[in-house]
């Protein structure tokens, strides 16, 4: 049993964060649900220690590894590291605060390396097919807002995040995905202790109801 944690918050050390707490929650049920029976990977997306390489035209424009620069090669072994660690992982959970209305952009760079043709999906004569699948892996998004995005009618155009995951997995093949929220932690009418544990408990419940 493989399970990857992956933590996408920028202030990645806080652990006053809404996600961090969250990360640190799950990490602790996990570690006593496996009981030494698998492992768990985390990985901090923006942990400087942790290289996520960008897309740029070098990236772009040479795929044969025999034609990169050294720069390009360094990218490349990179990237086929965190494609393996991603295709490996029975359970993934992600953990992220919503910025500007999607995830953070350095978890974007993240996607486009693991959105990959012939990795994790290809191109068909009828269009792309996913290359994973649901009965392999199962992806649950751990989300946190200051405002209320699927309800409040200010923002729930711009509840963006969770249709682009969706669609990403979706492009992977991976069709099912469970979302947990905590959200309206800055509005000053609600109570924000309250939130957290309402999605602490929703949480540790999940991770508790899955089979493994």
Do not use: C
Request: charged share 20%; net charge negative.
């Amino acid at each position: 049993m493989n399970i990857l944690q992956l933590m996408a918050h920028p202030d990645y050390n806080n652990q006053k964060r809404a996600a961090n707490r969250l990360a640190d929650v799950a990490l602790e049920t996990l570690q006593e649900k496996l009981n030494g029976q698998g492992t768990i990977e985390v990985l901090n997306i923006y942990d400087p220690n942790n290289f996520i390489p960008q897309i740029t035209a070098d990236t772009l424009n040479f795929t044969n590894p025999n034609e990169m620069s050294a720069e390009r090669l360094k990218n490349h072994e990179a990237q086929y590291k965190l494609i393996k660690q991603w295709k490996s992982a029975d359970y993934i959970y992600i953990y992220m605060p919503l910025h500007n209305w999607n995830v953070p952009a350095k978890f974007k760079d993240y996607l486009d390396n693991i959105l990959t043709a012939r990795e994790t999906f290809k191109y068909t004569e009828t269009g792309s097919v996913g290359l994973m699948s649901d009965e392999t892996t199962k992806v649950t998004f751990i989300l946190t807002s200051g405002s209320e995005y699927d309800t409040n009618y200010r923002y729930v155009n711009l509840d963006i995040a969770p249709q682009y995951m969706r669609g990403v997995l979706h492009m992977m093949g991976i069709n099912q995905m469970k979302l947990i929220r905590a959200q309206g932690l800055d509005i000053f009418t609600n109570d924000k202790e309250e939130i957290m544990k309402s999605a602490e408990k929703e949480l540790v419940g999940y991770i508790n109801s899955q089979s493994f």
